[in-house]
């Protein structure tokens, strides 16, 4: 079945880097689209950062364009969320979801991992 596996969170201070990993399996990763979504407590989920099937088209939210970058490699069916100058307000729970361009949403998500951004 469609698995989709995060790891790589932590605690890390302010001005550090962490990269998160998502491994994909049961599914053939190379032909979806991809997205990053994060959920701070007591806050909804929001959208950091997309990328299309092969790499080439590459999206990010404001609040974290120049400070993460998103990747894939399709031969390790992974997904891939390098994250630099962490902010305490980059705590949350990190998720990736498979992204369904007919229905304009993930279909399907990772269970997270957690950054926390302290001193």
């Known amino acids: 079945q469609v698995q989709l596996v995060e790891s790589g969170g932590g605690l890390v201070q302010p001005g550090g880097s962490l990269r998160l990993s998502c491994a994909a399996s049961?599914?053939?990763?190379?032909?979806?689209?991809m997205r990053w979504y994060r959920q701070a407590p007591g806050k909804e989920r929001e959208f950091v950062a997309s990328i299309n099937t092969d790499g080439s088209s590459i999206g990010y939210s404001d609040f974290v364009k120049g400070r993460f970058a998103i990747s894939r490699d399709n031969a390790k069916n992974t997904l891939y969320l390098q994250m630099k100058s962490l902010k305490p307000e980059d705590t949350a729970a990190y998720y990736c979801a498979r992204w369904r361009d007919v229905l304009e949403s993930p279909d399907w998500w990772g269970d997270g991992t957690l950054v926390t951004v302290s001193s």
């Open positions: 049961g599914f053939t990763f190379s032909i979806y689209a």
